[in-house]
């Protein structure tokens, strides 16, 4: 009966059915526990009609990537071609990568993030170029919004890494029955992005403790004679503060 329905549908309709039926079953079970012959039965059909649509699995990984490409880069290059100041093009970027890409497909980018390695050596190369592609974007508008004067003068390749980063491990504790909608969470995501995360005082300024020295950058690191010297010494002070408060007890 399913044999028969998959048949009746149009070849391109057949092709993705093949492509979504697949990437659930490496969402559910891994690509490497899952055969071509679980998909064949998955569909309803025969493995040999399989091979009518592709060659092996993967093949069929490659498609499921290009697919997920596809995806990422379907709004992206609008969102950074628009007349709109790079401020808003990175909020427009990270509201489409979080509802549109991550959370919309879900399974696919699980897939997407997991599976990588199991890609043969032609395929892995051309992925990596296109996921770099998408760094190249995004550190573009952030260095535009550095020479505008409306972002931090940070390291843009730092803070693309730090966005896709966030936007990215979705695809591990999402989940459609949580408290936050997307759209939730994209619009906390870009205020924790574009305020930070300390409180600021009634000037609006934020103060920033200097990060504290540690003990061994005191210690010259080749005198070995010099640093067994003054951790002898921390260590009496130490013990003569414990007695103390020995004594005391």
């Not at 995004?138 to 966030?166: C, K, S, T, W």
């Amino acid at each position: 009966m399913a044999q028969r329905a998959f048949r009746t549908l149009d070849k391109s309709v057949r092709r993705q059915r093949i492509v979504d039926t697949a990437v659930e079953l490496f969402h559910r079970k891994g690509y490497r526990a899952t055969t071509l012959d679980d998909l064949a039965q998955e569909l309803g059909i025969t493995k040999a009609a399989l091979y009518h649509y592709v060659e092996s699995k993967e093949e069929l990984l490659f498609i499921i990537y290009t697919q997920a490409l596809q995806s990422i880069f379907k709004e992206t290059y609008r969102i950074a071609a628009m007349d709109f100041p790079p401020d808003e093009k990175l909020r427009r970027i990270i509201q489409n990568h979080i509802v549109n890409i991550i959370v919309r497909e879900q399974p696919l980018f699980f897939v997407f993030f997991t599976e990588e390695n199991q890609l043969p050596e032609k395929y892995y190369g051309m992925v990596r170029e296109k996921k770099k592609e998408y760094d190249r974007i995004l550190r573009e508008i952030i260095q535009e919004g550095i020479n505008r004067g409306l972002f931090h003068e940070d390291d843009p390749r730092l803070l693309g890494y730090a966005i896709v980063g966030m936007c990215n491990w979705l695809y591990k504790w999402y989940r459609p029955d949580g408290p936050d909608s997307p759209d939730e969470i994209a619009d906390q995501f870009i205020r924790i992005l574009e305020r930070g995360y300390l409180r600021s005082d009634e000037s609006g300024s934020v103060a920033i403790p200097p990060r504290q020295k540690p003990f061994t950058s005191e210690i010259p690191r080749d005198d070995v004679a010099l640093t067994l010297k003054r951790l002898k010494e921390r260590c009496r002070e130490m013990m003569e503060l414990l007695d103390a408060l020995e004594r005391k007890r």
